[in-house]
């Protein structure tokens, strides 16, 4: 499968859950990015890994917890949410960090509508 | 405080007339933006960019504009069709040669969701 993937695409989770989301790229990008977007909110940067370094947390609450293993794989681990983090979470890739301006901006995958309970 | 505004959250258009979608911004460093499209269930593609040594960038259907001045954008879309019913983010960037900058993310608006009617 090319492009971004993520799974799962649809997840209902109550509040004192651990469920992780999972982003796959076969694109050969060396960046990834976790997104969330809320209604009528503009799309909120959450974390970015450059070469499976995280280079950015925006200030993101403790209860999600990124993870790259490689630079094909990020995760994002969920644990004791809240009814307000029910979003949709949005996972991006692009060859780098300072490439993304090179090559279009990010490639994004589906997304996966996160409500919790 | 945004950066990046797109203040019509919704825009109707009758097929084959023009939609046009703005987009403002405040960031004075910001020189390339991005125009995505999103569909429901389905994440952000890349439609169209421009650069600020440019004013107009073409692609088919696609044109956007850009008023460095005014810190304004806009992306016209004509004939519009069915299939271009979708929600529509801008997205900027600040100038890549700038060592501040360096790597920095792209900034993004809230959507604007267009509907073209048949």
């Known amino acids: 499968e090319t492009g971004v993937t993520q799974t799962p695409r649809h997840l209902v989770m109550g509040m004192t859950n651990k469920k992780s989301l999972k982003c796959e790229q076969h694109?050969?990008?060396?960046?990834m990015y976790w997104y969330k977007q809320s209604a009528k909110k503009p799309l909120e940067l959450m974390f970015v890994?450059?070469?499976?370094?995280?280079?950015e947390n925006n200030s993101v609450p403790s209860r999600f917890s990124p993870e790259c293993p490689n630079s094909s794989h990020l995760f994002l681990h969920l644990h004791t949410l809240q009814p307000e983090d029910s979003a949709l979470y949005l996972c991006?890739?692009?060859?780098?960090?300072?490439?993304?301006?090179?090559?279009?901006?990010?490639?994004f995958g589906s997304g996966t509508r996160l409500t919790v309970v | 405080d945004q950066q990046v505004k797109q203040n019509s959250p919704s825009l109707s258009v009758q097929e084959g007339r023009i939609s046009i979608l703005n987009c403002d911004y405040t960031?004075?460093?910001?020189?390339?933006f991005l125009w995505y499209k999103k569909y429901p269930a389905e994440g952000p593609t890349f439609l169209i960019s421009?650069?600020?040594?440019?004013d107009k960038n073409e692609d088919g259907r696609f044109t956007v504009f850009l008023n460095k001045s005014a810190k304004h954008l806009s992306l016209h879309i004509v004939p519009s069709q069915p299939g271009d019913s979708a929600v529509y983010f801008c997205?900027?960037?600040?100038?890549?040669?700038?060592?501040?900058?360096?790597?920095?993310?792209?900034?993004f608006g809230p959507g604007t969701r267009l509907s073209v009617l048949p």
């Open positions: 421009i650069s600020s040594i440019k």
């Open positions: 694109l050969g990008h060396n960046a």
């Open positions: 997205a900027a960037s600040p100038t890549y040669f700038h060592p501040d900058n360096y790597g920095q993310n792209f900034v």
């Open positions: 960031n004075s460093m910001f020189d390339y």
């Open positions: 890994y450059n070469f499976k370094e995280q280079t």
């Open positions: 991006a890739s692009s060859h780098s960090r300072a490439m993304a301006r090179v090559n279009y901006g990010y490639t």
